[in-house]
């Protein structure tokens, strides 16, 4: 099941991987409203007959003001995106989880919420909450045999990554060891892996993937 808010973008890729001989569906899903949450997972439940994977892929930049700079409108919509939005996503999810019999919980964090940058403040302090957030929900229910990990990736050449400029990205690349962006299937392979059985034994971590960035 795929949640989004741009609901065209989000039905035409259902259609492509049902083209592909997948079961997939689309459902409107603005991750700040615990409304469409409930419904949400409601959906996953009646259709799959259980939900027992979630992964809170749902961000967005913001703002790129530092502190002093940033305003409360734009702190509180990125702050409602990444930090409410994956804390809404777990209190819905795992009671459904529980009924399953045990989940896999994967919270896409970032570089930028294990070290720090210049500016981009509210982004900052809503990717570091999700690393603490994940860690405190996969030690609370451990004993419902759910897991919960984070992936934290570097510059990933999304059309989220080029809204940022090229200069920007430029930027991150030359501080990046292997001197590339990645593409979105390498943080994909990590995500498969978290959510699998294979990771039976992983829980309240993160997975960085950023080409060699948090090495130096």
């Given at each position: 099941m795929l949640g989004d808010v741009r609901d065209e973008l989000g039905e035409s890729t259902a259609s492509q991987l049902r083209d592909e001989g997948l079961d997939v569906r689309y459902v409107h899903l603005d991750v700040a409203s615990a409304t469409q949450w409930a419904a949400a997972v409601d959906f996953a439940q009646q259709n799959w007959g259980k939900l027992d994977v979630l992964v809170n892929n749902a961000g967005i930049v913001g703002s790129m003001a530092g502190v002093v700079d940033e305003t409360e409108e734009a702190?509180?919509?990125t702050i409602a995106v990444n930090q409410t939005g994956v804390w809404?996503?777990?209190k819905y999810a795992i009671p459904a989880m529980r009924a399953a019999g045990g989940g896999s919980i994967v919270n896409t964090c970032s570089i930028w919420g294990v070290v720090g940058a210049e500016t981009y403040i509210a982004y900052q302090a809503s990717?570091?909450?999700v690393q603490l957030m994940t860690k405190s929900a996969a030690l609370t229910?451990?004993?419902?045999k759910i897991r919960v990990n984070s992936v934290c990736p570097g510059l990933v050449m999304t059309p989220l990554?080029?809204?940022e400029g090229e200069e920007s990205n430029a930027a991150v690349v030359a501080a990046t060891p292997m001197r590339r962006g990645a593409q979105s299937a390498e943080i994909s392979w990590g995500v498969l892996y978290l959510v699998s059985d294979e990771a039976s034994y992983v829980t309240g971590t993160e997975l960085?993937?950023?080409g060699g960035f948090l090495a130096q």
């Open positions: 702190w509180a919509g809404l996503g777990m990717k570091g909450a229910y451990v004993g419902d990554a080029e809204e960085v993937i950023d």
